[in-house]
Each structure stands twice: as C-alpha cells, then as structure tokens.
C-alpha cells in the first residue's frame, strides 16, 4: 500500500489549522494563569517542581505523538476496532474505583508516576467509534426498536461508570449522543421531552408557589381540549400529559433533596441566585463573573491579570479557564475565542456532512456534538448561565487526558475526512 492511501490525499488544514490556533492560544492562558512575577517562570527549567505550563508542553508533545500516530495508521483501523477500542476504555474505567486516585473530589484517576489518566476522557471517542460503527452497519435502521435500545447501551455504559466515579460532569456530556441519533433518523421525541423536562425543573425551581404552575397547567390544559373540539381520545392524552407534567413539578423538590447530593444542589442554587451567598455556594461564579467583568473592553493585558493572580477564581487554569481569557483580554479577547470556536465548529459540521459513509457521518456528528456541550457549558458556566459541572473548555483547559483526548477525537475525524474519495474504491 503507498504511503498517500495510509496518509490520505486530501487533508483538511483549515480544521488543522485551527486545531493549532486553539491550542497555542490555549496554552498561554495556561501560562498567564499560573504566571507569579516572584518566581522563575522559565518554561525550560525543569529542575524543580513543574508548573502547570510546562506540564501542558508535555501533553501537547505527546498529543502531537498521536496525531503522528493516527494519521499513518490504515484507516480501515477505527471501523474495524471500534468496539475493541470501546471495550477496552470500559475495562480501564471498571478498575478506576479500585485503584483510581481521588482529584477534586473525583475519583476518575489512575495514576501514572507524577501524572494521571483519566479514562473517562478517552471514553469520549471510544464510544463515537462504538457507535458510529454500530450506526454503520449493514441493514442498520434507526426506527428499530432493538438497534434504538442497543445504542442507548453503548452510551448508558461509559455514562454509568462515570457515574460511579462521582464525575456528574463528563457523564453528561454522553447525553449528546441524542444529537446524533436524532441526524440519523431517531424521533426528535426524546429531545422535545429532554428539553421540556429541563424547562420544567428549571421553573419548578424558579417559582416559589408551585400552585402557580399547576393553575397555569389546568388553564393550557382547558384551552387545548376546547381547540380538539372534545374528541375522547385527544382529551384523554391531553389529560394524561398534564397529570404527568404536574406529577413531575411535585417530584422536583424530592429529587434536590434526597437524591442530589449537597455540593450538586449548592451549584443548583448558585445558579439560580449566586448573590444569595456570595461567600459559600456563590463562590465561584461570583468570582469568576468579576474576573470577566473586570476585563472591560479590551482587558488588562497579557500576565496582567490580579483576579487569577490572587487566587479568587477557583479552578482558573482548568474549569474556569475562561475567566482568565475575560481578564486579561477583555471582550475583544472573549470575541476572538468564541469566534474561533464557532468557525472551529461550523467546519466540523462541514467535514460531517460531507462523509460518504455512514460511519464516518455518525462519527463526526459525534464529534461536533461532543465539543459543542464542551465549549458552550463551560463558557456558560463561568458566567453563570449553566450550573458548575466541572468538565474542561476544549484545547484550553490545563490537563493531559482532556487534550490527548480531544486531540484523538478531532483527528479520527480528519483521517476518515481525508479518505472520503476513497470509499466508492473499497466497497
């Protein structure tokens, strides 16, 4: 076999290029983050005990290692081993909680000397492949009730374990699988119902007198009976609905307060009324809204930042990495990320669409699905418009496992891109 077939002819460098970007980028702000003027800041002296910077240098060298890595292997490689590959990440996360180190309250480590893997991470593009392969297959149907059930499986299995490890935010980033079935054939049902459901908790919350909420539910409820002229069977569903919408309202309370665990209902309530306790459950998001803010128009300057430099925004290298980007650039800084991000996205929307095979299209829409959740909740979460779930902003937060893995899942997607024309050839 010739070496191009291995490589592939027709590599995207735009998305390299902005892959490239986003990591440079990102790194700095590592860097800027743990910058202190009255300490050596060489990136070269490896003498001492390694800063966060330097440490991403490493993971950056490695990541590159797999890219190598990816792009010369035969690319027939992932469609072949994906539940290999799906089945060995599982394995790796099964021994977590026996001999997994806990981080942040987490235990999701194994740790490796000085450093540590997540698996949970990898567990990202091992459950694309999974399921692009089994999205993939012969005389696949997705109005199948069994192939439906059996891809709920192969997300309900990586969520679980991660579950288990207390990791609540990476476990829900294998809801956005959802987005994929449903560009595959699935009934957008579940995901009117998901976000029907979130609009419910979310106003159950907000509205102290949940007798509001049922009269506003009863009167809806008279309303559409009236407009189905009373047929029996309509006023029957509608009936249904609305005694299952007002059940799940009075379930809202019993769900905060016997099934979520404390810090996960302090980060509900810092998220519904942060200035309500500035100092305990407020903390962060307080904190890091004033970094932001602080950043005004155009920022206070590289390394110039006090809010990160003082340690009043928790997690300012890692979760709320974004507040140091605010800081010290300001909103001119912020713009020219998100804009980055955003063209960075709407170009893997583009290589999606464009793959010949199913495989490959399921594989990319799992792809842009996955940091899409990335890059809007933790963007969001740092400016108090989701709740503190703890999962990284792609590229740019500190950590070897988040970097290598999004690295591995961005370039699976350009291998199987840069063989598209080869398709019709090997079928």
């Known amino acids: 076999m010739m070496r191009d077939d291995i490589i592939g002819q027709d590599v995207d460098w735009t998305t390299i290029f902005l892959f490239l970007a986003l990591v440079f980028l990102g790194w700095t702000n590592i860097y800027a983050a743990g910058y202190d003027d009255e300490l050596s800041n060489s990136l070269f002296d490896f003498s001492g005990s390694m800063t966060n910077a330097q440490r991403q240098l490493i993971f950056i060298g490695a990541s590159m290692v797999l890219i190598v890595g990816i792009m010369v292997i035969e690319v027939r490689f ?24 806990e981080v942040g309250g987490n235990k999701s480590w194994i740790g490796i000397g000085t450093f540590g893997v997540q698996p949970s991470e990898f567990a990202k593009f091992a459950t694309a492949l999974a399921v692009a392969k089994f999205i993939g297959s012969v005389n696949f149907k997705m109005d199948n009730f069994r192939n439906q059930l059996s ?58 007198n949940q007798l509001y909420l049922h009269g506003g539910i009863i009167v809806i409820l008279l309303i559409a009976i009236s407009a189905s002229r009373k047929k029996l069977k309509r006023v029957v569903l509608l009936t249904a609905g609305a005694v299952m919408l007002m059940g799940a309202i009075e379930s809202v ?51 110039n930042g006090t809010q990160t430099k003082f340690d009043f925004v928790p997690e300012q290298d890692t979760d709320f990495i974004f507040c140091t980007i605010g800081e010290e650039h300001g909103w001119i800084g912020s713009l020219v990320i998100i804009g980055l991000f955003t063209i960075f996205l709407l ?80 079928v």
């Open 78 to 101: 992932f469609d072949a081993f994906g539940y290999v590959i799906y089945i060995a990440i599982l394995f790796l996360m099964l021994l977590v909680p026996f001999i997994g180190k």
């Open 151 to 208: 891809l709920f499986v192969l997300i309900a299995l990586p969520m679980g374990l991660t579950l288990l490890q207390k990791d609540f935010g990476t476990a829900m980033v294998f809801t956005v699988f959802l987005l994929v079935f449903f560009r595959e054939g699935m009934s957008p049902f579940l995901l009117i119902a998901g976000t029907s459901a979130a609009i419910i908790f979310i106003l159950t919350l907000l509205v102290p």
């Open 347 to 426: 170009r893997l929307v583009y290589l999606a669409e464009r793959q010949k095979q199913r495989f490959a299209r399921a594989f990319g829409y799992s792809v842009v699905s996955i940091f899409f959740f990335h890059f809007a909740v933790n963007i969001g979460m740092t400016i108090g418009l989701f709740p503190v779930i703890g999962i990284p902003l792609p590229f740019f937060s500190y950590g070897g496992s988040a970097l290598m893995g999004f690295t591995v899942l961005l370039f699976i997607l350009l291998k199987l891109d840069s063989h598209r024309g080869q398709v019709l050839q090997r």
């Open 253 to 303: 309370d019993y769900v905060v307060t016997n099934v979520l665990k404390p810090h996960h209902q302090n980060r509900l309530k810092a998220l519904l009324n942060p200035d309500a306790d500035p100092r305990g459950y407020g903390w962060n998001v307080t904190q890091s809204k004033i970094a932001i803010g602080s950043g005004g128009f155009s920022g206070k300057g590289f390394l």
